[in-house]
């Protein structure tokens, strides 16, 4: 069964300076994708980004963007010029047979 | 507007009291599932459903039933709640299942079974 890890269980960084979100999966399909979701205090699950594994160019979505290593499997998310509005729980996903998240990591943008 | 309707916000009931989440997207979406959102373990899915009278098992279905007569709706049924499934909920859904197509989510139910 696929797995999603995500090791920071807790993030902080200063307004506009830039954080990477770790995400790592493990799973012996070929054709999948993966997900960043943000979770705000309202607790609405907003997605950020999407990767399809097929890809080699890194998906990117205006201050957020993707590292993604499809040998090492690993899946980070860039926040750049971070704002008091990025502060969430975001959730990496895996989705291929079936769809697997990750714990979760909170993050705070402190002014 | 597109959405998915998760209903009640926030349910407070009594072990052994049968309770009724529903669910409903307005977006012909054939894919639907719940997940069950608990600190430090994430979401966890409970039931999916590919289609029209086609629904299949997660990873804890212990405990709870679904059903899926028509294409828009997908509730999720306790039969006789435990103090063990206090949590927060979510209805998703997307265009087909599984890969590609993003899942939209319900705005979440948060049960207390005491």
């Known amino acids: 069964a696929q797995t999603v890890t995500q090791s920071q269980p807790e993030m902080s960084v200063q307004e506009a300076e830039t954080v990477t979100l770790s995400c790592t999966y493990d799973t012996s399909e070929s054709n999948y994708y993966l997900f960043w979701y943000k979770q705000p205090p309202s607790r609405q699950m907003i997605l950020v980004i999407r990767q399809e594994a097929y890809k080699q160019q890194n998906a990117t979505e205006n201050r957020f963007s993707v590292n993604f290593q499809k040998a090492a499997k690993s899946f980070s998310l860039k926040i750049s010029d971070s704002q008091l509005g990025d502060t969430a729980m975001y959730f990496c996903a895996f989705r291929g047979n079936d769809m697997r998240f990750g714990a979760g990591t909170r993050l705070t943008v402190k002014p | 507007e597109a959405q998915v309707t998760q209903n009640p916000r926030y349910l407070i009931t009594v072990t052994g009291k049968k309770l009724t989440v529903t669910c409903s997207q307005n977006m012909n979406h054939e894919y639907m599932s719940w997940y069950r959102q608990d600190p430090g373990l994430g979401l966890r899915q409970i039931y999916y459903?590919?289609?029209?009278?086609?629904?299949d098992k997660g990873d804890v279905p212990e405990g709870y039933k679904v059903s899926r007569k028509e294409k828009r709706n997908f509730p999720l049924i306790l039969e006789s709640p435990s103090p063990n499934q206090t949590s927060l909920y979510f209805c998703a859904s997307s265009l087909q299942g599984p890969q590609g197509s993003p899942l939209h989510f319900g705005n979440g139910t948060r049960l207390t079974v005491t």
């Open positions: 459903s590919m289609n029209v009278e086609a629904t």
